[in-house]
């Protein structure tokens, strides 16, 4: 089923991901390619010399918070003083809306950040109070575009920016390089390019032409960086070092907590901390909130997984009083295990079901539901996510309807896993394997680790491992070649002696100055 690996092909598949090859920091586009750059910097540094009350509105997620972060460091390094919204998920919703209005009354100048591309009736509101707006955002445009002094945003047809995939705070970084020219300041952009790329991998952009170059830059500087911040979480982590997955499974689910589960004006505050004694504190507030995450997304998952239909062919269910800050995790969590799209909601004293769909494989979600939109009072997203609300009153009505569009879409299940690179004997794994991986690195959206299989393996040995004895380490043989392996989060039981089939990637793990390969297990599946 899957073709066999030796050092040379691997290269070759890697070498094929990079069409335009690896740029480098001299290929980023000028500001002034982004349609409204210009035109927004003007109004910024008009606003700047006549001493106009700015606002900066940005969003609950990681690329929000950072892009928030971005403008704020941005005018204190210029001695402006600027105020700072990011709106509460629970109270206010997502974006510039027309509930935190009355918070920027005052305002001369809103600048939104990873947000306002949908924010109609917002802008309208700012006009009627006289606020002038300028929106950045990534997102897709709506057929009615928000009225605005500016807009940037890659998306617009009229863009001449050449890269459709870059996220909110990249678009931040540019507009406080055209800020930084049009001002005639020296100030240096790395530490800012080391913000963008937190934002750049936890908004899953693709890591290929200057998103690769934007994040590799930037982790290395991120590796070295003296934000008390940074070091803080570095500290926590035991690391000298970081990589695109430190970022990726540690770094943004801790920033993301504090917009899930309270405010994420909480991350912002971490990130702009001026001290490393404020950095550990604030740091230890969004680890206790990233637990409470982790306990109440275990628990839905554990909910949902119990009520739902596993013969359905889209996932749905409904449950009363879930926690809305984890259901769309609770969904890709549930989509994985069923192997299925799903969509998890959670059911207010009003009635009103609200949550969230992830897809699975291949299949548009967005699509999928877009059809059956009669039955839903809010609805968007994109095709592997999507977010919904409708009454509880439809909801079999929906369920049912969704069950069959997916059937008219024709959607084949995926049996080939398309980050399965091929066929891996253990004689091919070795520390040239792993060098030449390095190449290609940081990994991510796009430039997904390679992922191999190995077919006829015996189990020698299966040891719990974890505070709870959540982890699986193994020994694996095949052919009389021994391999370490390690798999987490599974309750999975399995004998020595058994022969297997099993998915991983390969890791080079250092301990205590030791570095040794290892197998970072994802499936196993049993003959």
Not at 57 to 72: A, F, P, Q, R
Not at 113 to 138: M, P, W
Not at 192 to 197: S, V
Not at 372 to 400: M, P, V, W
Request: aromatic share 8%.
């Amino acid at each position: 089923m899957y073709p066999s690996v030796t050092l040379e092909a691997l290269d070759a598949v890697l070498q094929k991901r990079f069409k335009e090859g690896f740029l480098s920091l001299k290929d980023l586009p000028h500001p002034s390619t982004f349609k409204d750059m210009d035109r927004a910097t003007e109004r910024i540094v008009r606003a700047i010399e006549n001493r106009e009350k700015i606002t900066i509105i940005g969003d609950y997620d990681v690329d929000g918070v950072t892009s928030t972060t971005l403008m704020k460091l941005f005018f204190d390094e210029i001695d402006y003083p600027v105020e700072w919204i990011i709106p509460n998920r629970f109270r206010d919703g997502y974006g510039l809306s027309a509930n935190i209005i009355p918070r920027i009354k005052g305002t001369d100048l809103a600048i939104t950040v990873d947000n306002g591309i949908s924010a109609v009736y917002a802008a309208q509101l700012c006009k009627e109070e006289g606020i002038e707006l300028i929106i950045t955002d990534h997102h897709m445009l709506a057929p009615e575009v928000p009225e605005a002094y500016a807009i940037i945003d890659q998306k617009q047809e009229a863009c001449s920016f050449p890269y459709e995939e870059v996220c909110g705070a990249q678009i931040a970084w540019y507009l406080i390089a055209s800020l930084k020219n049009a001002l005639g300041l020296k100030i240096n952009m790395m530490p800012y390019m080391e913000l963008a790329a937190i934002a750049i991998i936890a908004d899953v952009m693709p890591l290929w032409h200057i998103n690769r170059a934007m994040v590799e830059r930037g982790i290395k500087a991120l590796s070295q960086s003296s934000r008390p911040a940074i070091k803080a979480f570095m500290e926590h982590i035991q690391k000298e070092e970081l990589s695109s997955e430190d970022i990726a499974f540690s770094f943004a689910p801790i920033l993301n907590a504090a917009g899930r589960m309270e405010d994420a004006s909480h991350a912002v505050d971490f990130l702009t901390s001026t001290n490393i004694y404020d950095a550990k504190v604030r740091l230890e507030r969004l680890i206790g909130f990233n637990t409470e995450r982790k306990a109440t997304e275990e628990d839905i998952t554990r909910k949902a997984l119990q009520k739902a239909d596993w013969e359905d062919e889209v996932i749905i269910v409904a449950g009363e009083g879930w926690h809305e800050g984890v259901v769309g995790i609770v969904a890709a969590r549930v989509a994985r295990v069923c192997e299925k799209p799903s969509i998890i909601l959670s059911r207010n004293e009003e009635g009103i079901l609200k949550g969230s769909g992830r897809s699975y494989g291949e299949c548009d979600l967005f699509g999928i539901v877009n059809g059956c939109r009669e039955d839903l009072e809010k609805f968007g997203g994109h095709k592997a996510a999507i977010g919904l609300s409708l009454h509880e009153t439809h909801f079999e009505s929906f369920r049912e309807k969704v069950q069959e569009s997916y059937r008219q879409g024709n959607y084949v299940k995926e049996e080939i896993d398309p980050e399965i690179v091929g066929e891996l004997h253990f004689s091919e794994i070795s520390f040239a394997l792993t060098e030449m991986m390095q190449k290609y690195e940081p990994y991510g959206h796009g430039n997904t680790r390679p992922k191999f299989i190995s077919s006829d393996v015996e189990i020698l040995q299966a040891d719990t491992m974890g505070k709870e004895g959540e982890h699986l380490r193994f020994s694996f043989s095949q052919e009389g070649i021994i391999m370490p392996g390690v798999k987490f989060k599974t309750k999975e039981h399995f004998e020595t002696g058994e022969r297997v089939s099993i998915t991983y990637t390969v890791n080079e793990n250092r301990f205590r100055g030791n570095v040794t390969l290892q197998l970072m297990i994802d499936k196993i599946k049993r003959r």
